[in-house]
């Protein structure tokens, strides 16, 4: 049977991990004959299936001064603990508008649970499934205990109590196994484990004529080796350890970073502008000119491309993380069959190395040998394309849609008695 299915986060826009895995849990519940509504801050979605409300967002003036005194401090005031109240309490009644508007089903809380960037909005989630007993899936993609920024703060009670939250018609999907077993430890509470995925049963759409010059409008030229990370600036992105490669290539060579800083602030962005400097690298900032869509600028007439057309542009992805909740550009390098150089940041080395994946791994420093095997693999189209082949193979049978599809209907089948999907 059919269902309405809500999800709900501070944002589903842009390239973000969670707007992006959203997209694909929609297109799969979509494809099992489910209808995919989306409550957010910020959203650009289909607008006739969205609701949006700028107090979701962590970017909103009164989120983030809230967020300045909560997690700057270890005492909170009467009258922050007051504002605290009066804004869940409208959050709430817009995600009662929501789901009586739509007459959801089933909602999905996309990491909403997880990470208190928006604290009310959490209370808020938690205190509408305690009214309403209505079927959760709530997806977890990172939790706060895995962020130093949320170590110190003055909201223990409300980390403890909704962050996750723990009802019985809740079900809790972790993106890892180190997230698995924490979740456990710390709550009790079973996950299920479903890692971030691509749909590897459609290899990706070749390239169209619209990328032919995607070079020339980064600024680069065509016999320049481009290197693409293809992540936001912040600190756990290593982006130091890519600059470093790239400068000991010694090539015709630049990097382009695709994303901006995001919402970590610019002092990680001020030092890797820095380090550019010092190592004598050209890197390019291209976050202005990679959207989620491809057009043409109303100002200027300049071309915008997609994260997926510099992956079809790009020779060699860096992905020198530090910490990932699971590594969502590691398979996109995959799908679009580019080698990658990467660190052996933990779910990498535990989750994802051992199913066998060919990657020119780093620990935590590049070495003389990684270089060597950078330029090998570069310059050797048979080693190349040997080991994207593997590597799209074992994302064909480890990460594609049709492991969420599965376990979707596993979790549906617990709350309806079947499958879930459309009669």
């Known amino acids: 049977m059919s269902k309405k299915i809500g999800f709900i986060s501070l944002r589903f826009a842009g390239t973000d991990g969670v707007s ?49 005194k909560l997690f700057s401090r270890t005492i909170r005031t009467k009258e922050t603990t007051e504002l605290i109240y009066e804004i869940k309490k409208a959050i709430k009644q817009k995600i009662y508008d929501f789901v009586n508007k739509f007459d959801i089903d089933l909602i999905i809380p996309e990491n909403a649970l997880a990470i ?19 079927p959760v ?13 949320f170590l110190r703060n003055s909201v223990w009670d409300y980390l403890n109590s909704c962050f996750p939250c723990r009802f019985p018609s809740m079900f809790h999907v972790v993106i890892n196994s180190s997230a698995q077993h924490q979740l456990g430890l710390r709550t009790g ?24 010059d995607l070079k020339k409008n980064l600024g680069m030229d065509e016999d320049e080796l481009l290197f693409l990370q293809p992540t936001r600036v912040v600190q756990r992105k290593g982006i130091e350890h890519a600059i470093e490669l790239v400068a000991r290539m010694k090539r015709k ?18 030092r890797v502008k820095d380090y550019i400097k010092l190592m004598g690298v050209r890197a390019i900032f291209a976050d202005d000119i990679i959207t989620d869509q491809k057009r043409y600028t109303r100002e200027d007439g300049r071309k915008v491309y997609t994260l997926e057309d510099v992956y079809n542009c790009c020779d060699f992805v860096t992905y020198p993380s530090v910490f990932e909740g699971f590594g969502n550009a590691f398979l996109e390098a995959i799908y679009y ?33 990684t270089v060597a095997t950078v330029k090998r693999v570069i310059d050797n189209k048979d080693i190349r394309d040997r080991m994207v082949f593997r590597n799209y193979q074992l994302g064909l049978k480890h990460y594609s849609y049709a492991l969420v599809r599965t376990r979707l209907r596993h979790i549906m089948t617990a709350i309806w008695g079947h499958t879930g999907g459309a009669d």
């Open 20 to 68: 992006l895995e959203t997209a694909k849990w929609a297109s799969i519940l979509q494809e099992e004959g489910h209808e995919c509504f989306y409550l957010a801050g910020e959203i650009d979605t289909p607008p006739e299936r969205s609701m949006e409300d700028p107090l979701l967002h962590f970017q909103s003036p009164i989120i983030k001064n809230l967020n300045n």
């Open 116 to 134: 208190p960037l928006n604290v009310p909005l959490g209370l808020a989630i938690t205190e509408f499934i305690a009214e309403t007993s209505i």
């Open 137 to 149: 899936i709530a997806h977890h993609h990172d939790f706060f205990w895995e962020r130093k920024r």
């Open 189 to 212: 509470i079973a996950g299920i484990l479903i890692p971030n995925v691509m749909d590897f049963e459609k290899p990706p759409t070749p390239p169209d004529d619209y990328i032919v």
């Open 253 to 270: 060579a630049a990097l382009v970073i695709s994303h901006a800083s995001g919402d970590e602030g610019n002092a990680y962005n001020n």
């Open 337 to 369: 069959k580019k080698p990658i150089f990467v660190n052996n940041y933990s779910i990498y080395y535990y989750d994802i190395r051992p199913k066998g994946f060919r990657a020119i791994e780093m620990d935590d420093f590049v070495s003389d040998e």
